[in-house]
């Protein structure tokens, strides 16, 4: 059976310091692969999507990035935070038919 | 654009009784919809989803989904809520994107209390 891990769970992080946040799939191969942030009040925003190795593509201009190095792992970094980084993130996966998104555990991120 | 409205930010029923959250779409083509459920610090779980076969979807946990075309809603219900049913769900609506990308736009959510 599938299944995504995402980590670490919690990250507390002074401003002006990088970031990264890995997600990784197993059982499945050529999975699309996405970021969302979750802020309180405002539903989940995607933030980046990767239909296959190294092909990134963002849906919103911002002080993060995301990196596709492997087939079936996913990285959200950021060069120097910002306190409007802090928030929820979840990485997902969905096949290339699409059957539903099946998303990680989340990353409470706090930039203090 | 497909878009999907969640009427009320929190709704709250006693044990036992009906639970209905409420969710009405936009969108321009046949839509793919689905309800997820996120409990408190944790990822979305997918609870149903139409995919444009019978119009009555059956999901985990007892809830259930009616896509109405003329009315352009997909709400949730539950005869009985449990205390275990508290959590925050989420209606989403799949359409657009290209090149191997189908777009998820996913409403603001609901946040369900039961009360004992």
């Known amino acids: 059976s599938q299944t995504i891990h995402q980590w670490p769970a919690t990250l507390v992080q002074p401003v002006g310091s990088p970031l990264s946040l890995e997600c990784t799939v197993e059982g499945t191969s050529n999975p699309n692969l996405y970021w969302y942030r979750q802020a309180a009040g405002r539903g989940l925003q995607l933030l980046f999507y990767?239909?296959?190795?190294?092909?990134i593509s963002s849906e919103v201009p911002q002080n993060l990035s995301a990196s596709r190095p492997q087939d079936r792992q996913f990285i959200l970094s950021s060069k120097k935070l910002l306190l409007s980084d802090s928030g929820f993130y979840l990485c997902a996966w969905s096949a290339k038919g699409f059957y539903g998104y099946t998303f990680g555990s989340g990353t409470r991120l706090t930039v203090v | 654009a497909q878009s999907v409205t969640q009427l009320g930010s929190h709704v709250s029923v006693s044990e036992g009784a009906l639970v209905l959250l409420r969710c009405n779409y936009s969108?321009?083509?046949?839509?793919?919809l689905f309800w997820y459920v996120q409990y408190p610090n944790q990822g979305l779980q997918l609870l149903l989803k139409?995919?444009?076969?019978?119009?009555l979807v059956k999901g985990i946990n007892g809830f259930e989904a009616e896509f109405k075309k003329s009315e352009t809603s997909f709400h949730l219900t539950k005869p009985s809520a449990h205390m275990s049913d508290a959590a925050e769900y989420f209606c989403a609506v799949m359409g657009g994107g290209s090149g191997g990308y189908q777009k998820v736009t996913f409403g603001i959510g609901t946040k369900l209390q039961v009360i004992p």
């Open positions: 969108s321009s083509v046949p839509p793919y």
């Open positions: 990767s239909v296959g190795i190294g092909q």
């Open positions: 139409y995919t444009s076969a019978a119009t």
